[in-house]
């Protein structure tokens, strides 16, 4: 029987802080660290869908303005 996750409801706020920790830190930081596999694999792929990052995980042009606006949400 496989391990079946649940993805419990992921909020704005964790997904543009993992977005500044990225930027910031150079990865997601503790702001994951509550988060099953599922739920991290959402909070990226939310990412790219946004354009945010690509498939490689390297911050876009257009992270900019979002990361700049939400600087005090950086954590390590």
Same mark, same amino acid.
């Given at each position: 029987m496989k391990n079946k996750e649940k993805i419990r409801n992921i909020s704005e706020k964790t997904?543009?802080?993992a @977005?500044? %920790?990225l930027k910031c830190v150079g990865y997601f930081g503790k702001c994951l660290t509550p988060l099953n596999s599922k739920e991290r694999e959402f909070v990226i792929q939310t990412l790219? %869908?946004?354009g945010y990052i690509n498939y490689d995980i390297v @911050? =876009?042009?257009s992270a900019k303005d979002i990361i700049l606006k939400n600087l005090e949400?950086? =954590?390590?």
């Open positions: 997904i543009i802080t @977005l500044v %920790n790219i %869908n946004r @911050l =876009q042009p949400l950086c =954590q390590y």
